[in-house]
């Protein structure tokens, strides 16, 4: 450590000791009422998340794998959790994009801090159609439809002023051309073959919940010690 540093490596330590984890009231979670599905729980616990004010419970992070098998995490939006998965949209060209079609094995981890609760997925990323990716497109904002048309996502980017009139334009046609298209936005679905809920506990006596299944339609669970 060098001195320069010292000031902000004691704000670091002492904010970081200061931080606690399950030191609030959390919910219970008995495993015997849970459903057969898992995408029903994850359902209810969304709903729970949402209504005890979680802030933006629908963000997830997606890991996969590059060609080399070094992984890759990343924030992403949930558009849709149902019997199919959880789906997600991106550009087909950006970094994830790429390691999805050659590896279209990949995770998502969901943290819910207020609730105490985690949730993990497994599994593999189906490509949807380019109408569905088109429809994603449409069912938002036009500020998400003028991201979209930025496009070149994960490009290296000379500077913020290339940027800056890269985006004004791209405001500029969202406006004016609400239907316009973007051949790269790709809808994603996340194919579950394993499904791990964790119920935080303040003892440390944390819930944890699996599911599983092979190649048939039905789902085995077992609780995996903490
Ligand atoms: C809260 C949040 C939500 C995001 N949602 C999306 C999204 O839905 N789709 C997307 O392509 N990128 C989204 N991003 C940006 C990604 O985290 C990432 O920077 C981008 O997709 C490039 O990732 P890649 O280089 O791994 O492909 C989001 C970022 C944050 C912080």
Request: proline share 7%.
């Amino acid at each position: 450590m060098t001195p320069a540093n010292a000031p902000n490596d004691s704000l670091f330590t002492r904010a970081l000791h200061s931080q606690r984890v399950w030191a609030t009231a959390l919910p219970a979670f008995d495993p015997a009422t849970a459903p057969a599905e898992p995408v029903a729980l994850f359902r209810d616990w969304f709903v729970e998340a949402a209504g005890a004010g979680v802030v933006e419970p629908h963000t997830m992070h997606l890991a996969t794998v590059d060609e080399a098998g070094r992984p890759d995490v990343r924030t992403l939006m949930m558009h849709d959790a149902d019997d199919r998965g959880w789906h997600f949209a991106s550009h087909a060209t950006s970094a994830k994009g790429r390691q999805l079609a050659a590896r279209p094995d990949a995770a998502l981890g969901f943290y819910w801090p207020a609730q105490g609760r985690q949730v993990r997925i497994r599994g593999r990323v189906a490509t949807g159609t380019a109408e569905e990716a088109y429809a994603d497109l449409h069912a938002r904002s036009t500020g998400a439809l003028a991201a979209a048309l930025v496009g070149r996502q994960s490009e290296p980017l000379p500077d913020l002023a290339t940027l800056s009139e890269a985006s004004d334009a791209a405001w500029e046609r969202a406006g004016r051309e609400p239907a316009a298209d973007v051949k790269t936005w790709t809808a994603y679905v996340l194919e579950p073959r394993e499904v791990e809920f964790f119920q935080g506990d303040e003892r440390r006596r944390h819930v944890r919940l699996r599911y599983r299944r092979e190649d048939g339609p039905g789902w085995t669970r077992e609780l995996l010690w903490p």
